[in-house]
């Protein structure tokens, strides 16, 4: 955890506040003394200094949440995703286009030494193999321009799994870009996580492989875990972390990497 000062005063806005590793991550923030401003479809249930209701797939709804907000902040942490269990569509805008939109439009809102931190996923392991679809995806111009390219492109396989592929290379790819203007941009790339949707993620990628991986660990990692990552990325801890894409899942996507586990079919 960065130094229990450090967040204290310090501006945040917080995307899927309402529950899971975006609910840990308010927590956490408020109880280091941030002044948090959420976006979520849902209300939070914790004390947040300011809400604003936001359907993330869709573009004039993100517009209209960010006029809502005020002008300068510190921090913008992307939480907020759906599961593959949702239309492929929907996964797409909430996952990948959304995290984009959000985070160049706060290019101009978060002051000096600003931190982006975008919570991807362990199951966008596949991304070097699709890379030049990747670049060809983040190569459009504006939200609209890229669910174009979606339907006119849709990919083989769980759409959960491109989305975060892509929100992990766009992470990579950004991090000079951010540096040039005096901000950072990071991912934390979870495994499997203990939070409300658990149900949906082992139904589209298969019950079997994710308690594999509980066994193999002894558990999964709860919301908690991943929101230290997280505030250790968005700190000044961090400061010479960029363009990063950290994975925090017990050690198994090492093991995968390396050829020691055989990668799970998701």
């Known amino acids: 955890m960065p130094d229990p000062d450090h967040f204290r005063g310090r ?3 917080v995307t899927g506040a309402a529950s899971g590793i975006g609910h840990a991550v308010t927590a956490r923030l408020l109880d280091l003394g941030a002044v948090v401003h959420t976006l979520d479809r849902n209300e939070p249930t914790l004390p947040v200094d300011r809400h604003v209701p936001v359907d993330l797939a869709d573009r004039a709804s ?4 960010l006029a809502a907000l005020d002008d300068r902040y510190d921090v913008l942490l992307n939480v907020a995703g759906v599961p593959g269990t949702a239309p492929s569509d929907v996964v797409m805008r909430v996952n990948t286009f959304a995290v984009r939109h959000l985070s160049e439009a706060f290019l101009d809102r978060l002051d000096e030494g600003g931190s982006v931190v975008v919570v991807s996923s362990t199951a966008g392991f596949g991304w070097p ?3 030049d679809t990747i670049k060809e995806l983040l190569a459009t111009d504006t939200y609209e321009d890229a669910a174009a390219w ?3 492109n849709p990919q083989e396989g769980n759409a959960y799994n491109f989305s975060k592929e892509a929100s992990t290379v766009y992470v990579m790819t950004m991090g000079l870009a951010f540096r040039e203007l005096g901000l950072r941009i990071n991912a934390v790339l979870p495994g499997p996580v203990e939070t409300p949707i658990l149900a949906d993620f082992e139904e589209s990628m298969g019950k079997d492989i994710l308690d594999g991986v509980r066994e193999l660990l002894g558990g999964h990692a709860t919301a908690e875990d991943i929101a230290d990552a997280v505030l250790f990325l968005a700190s000044d801890d961090a400061r010479w972390v960029n363009g990063h894409a950290l994975i925090v899942d017990g050690g198994v996507s090492g093991s995968v990497l390396t050829g020691l586990v055989p990668a799970p079919e998701i």
């Open 11 to 13: 501006r945040v806005v």
């Open 129 to 131: 193999e699709r890379l």
């Open 62 to 65: 993100i517009d209209a949440a």
């Open 150 to 152: 979606w339907s006119r």
